[in-house]
């Protein structure tokens, strides 16, 4: 029964598409990486993202801005979620989604990288 089962998972592991398992880890990451970030600065992001308001758009409006963090801790953060991934590409794209995104100021005012 037990080669049966496994002879399953790998019929069934060979149909699944190939891009949604990277997608859904990424997405993962990326989630954790900003809890991390506003639990340095202060603040609770799924808090945040259960209380955000919508806009006529659809959109959620996060305040990200009432938040600060340090520069070192807020790189320090995005250099370990960074390790979790083996190719310069991903953490590229994380780096500049983190970024471009909803994540909080630096605590210095001065928010270029």
Excluded at 24 to 31: L, N, P, Q, S
Excluded at 36 to 41: G, L, S
Excluded at 51 to 72: H, Q, S
Excluded at 77 to 97: C, G, V
Aim: aromatic content about 16%; hydrophobic content about 35%; overall charge positive.
């Amino acid at each position: 029964m037990n080669r049966l089962l496994k002879a399953k998972r790998y019929t069934q592991a060979l149909f699944l598409p190939r891009g949604d398992w990277n997608k859904k880890r990424t997405e993962w990451i990326m989630k954790h990486c900003y809890v991390d970030m506003y639990k340095a600065a202060g603040g609770d992001f799924n808090e945040l993202v259960k209380n955000a308001t919508l806009n006529e758009r659809g959109e959620k409006e996060i305040p990200f801005n009432d938040y600060e963090i340090d520069k070192g801790e807020f790189y320090a953060i995005l250099a370990f979620y960074q390790s979790l991934f083996k190719e310069k590409y991903y953490k590229q794209a994380l780096s500049n989604s983190i970024h471009l995104g909803c994540s909080p100021r630096f605590a210095n005012g001065n928010n270029t990288v």
